[in-house]
Structure formats: C-alpha cells, structure tokens
C-alpha cells in the first residue's frame, strides 16, 4: 500500500509543471571530474517559484549574485562562508552566482529561468573577475545551445 501511494505522488508532482522545486547546488573543493573550487552544478535551469539552494558540502565557500548580473526585480542574496543560502526565483532571465573567495578560479554558476537569456550582456558586463567571466560565457554560450527544443522555433533571430 506504502508504495502504491509513493507512486502516485510522484505522478501528481511531476503532472503539474507549475509546482516550485527546490534545487540544490553544493559548494565543493572538488568535483568528480577532477575540478576544483566549484559548483557542483553550474549551468542551472529554473523556473519562478523554485528555490535555489546552496550548501556548503566543502568548507571555505560562499554563494551570492552580483550586482547587475540579474534580472530586474530580482533580489539579490549573499551568503555567508560556509553557510548555506537559498533564494526564491522571482523573475525570468540569467543570474549569475560566484563564491566570493574563488570567483577568479572560475567558482561559478549561471542561473536560467524560463530559458530568457535577455540580459546576457547584463551579465558579460557586470565585475566578475579572472576565469569567472570566462566561465560564465562558455555557460551562456552552453546555455543558448542547449536551450529545450520546444523553445527554439519562436526566435530564429538571435
Ligand atoms: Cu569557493
């Protein structure tokens, strides 16, 4: 009976698109390709409603957006050295997170909701140093490339 009900809830969740998720991103000194000082996951695809999560597996990291690298109306969070912080996705478009003390080692995620990557330049202009900037534009570039297919008819322009 126990798992005929576990089934079907995992039906009902997954048959209601709109339903908030809660992702989580571990902060990690190493991941299991070999790369250090990073995210355990760095091109992260959202929806409004969902809680991003991040959460200090390894020590001496943090997780916050940068000023001018998200979308208007969305708040901006930072959190503190080995503490987790969650933020709620509030707006479509990219944001893009750092750790504040390796940002220049490339610890970096980008952040898509509703697959809007408008304020890509806002993002590629805004103060992120060293293999950060480069990193958050191979994930643009990732980003852009690997948009859903549903998604790709609409704007053949860009
Ligand atoms: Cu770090």
């Given at each position: 009976m126990r798992k005929i009900l576990l089934a079907s809830t995992l039906l009902i969740g997954s048959s209601f698109a709109a339903l908030a998720d809660t992702i989580e991103i571990e902060m990690l000194n190493k991941n299991e390709a070999g790369d250090r000082m990073v995210f355990g996951q760095e091109l992260i695809r959202a929806e409004v409603g969902d809680v991003i999560r991040f959460v200090p597996t390894d020590k001496s990291?943090?997780?916050?957006?940068?000023?001018?690298?998200?979308?208007?109306?969305?708040?901006?969070?930072?959190?503190k050295m080995n503490a987790a912080v969650e933020y709620t996705v509030t707006e479509p478009g990219l944001t893009a997170?750092?750790?504040?003390?390796?940002?220049?080692?490339?610890?970096?995620?980008?952040?898509?909701?509703?697959?809007?990557?408008?304020?890509?330049?806002?993002?590629?202009?805004?103060?992120?140093?060293?293999?950060?900037?480069?990193?958050?534009?191979?994930?643009?570039?990732?980003?852009?490339?690997?948009?859903?297919?549903?998604?790709?008819?609409?704007?053949?322009?860009?």
């Amino acid at each position: 009976m126990r798992k005929i009900l576990l089934a079907s809830t995992l039906l009902i969740g997954s048959s209601f698109a709109a339903l908030a998720d809660t992702i989580e991103i571990e902060m990690l000194n190493k991941n299991e390709a070999g790369d250090r000082m990073v995210f355990g996951q760095e091109l992260i695809r959202a929806e409004v409603g969902d809680v991003i999560r991040f959460v200090p597996t390894d020590k001496s990291h943090n997780a916050q957006s940068v000023k001018g690298a998200l979308p208007d109306g969305q708040e901006a969070f930072k959190g503190k050295m080995n503490a987790a912080v969650e933020y709620t996705v509030t707006e479509p478009g990219l944001t893009a997170v750092v750790c504040l003390p390796h940002q220049a080692l490339g610890m970096v995620a980008l952040v898509v909701v509703g697959d809007d990557l408008g304020n890509a330049d806002a993002i590629l202009d805004a103060r992120v140093p060293g293999k950060g900037k480069d990193k958050l534009e191979a994930l643009i570039e990732e980003a852009r490339t690997t948009a859903p297919a549903a998604e790709q008819p609409a704007d053949q322009s860009s």
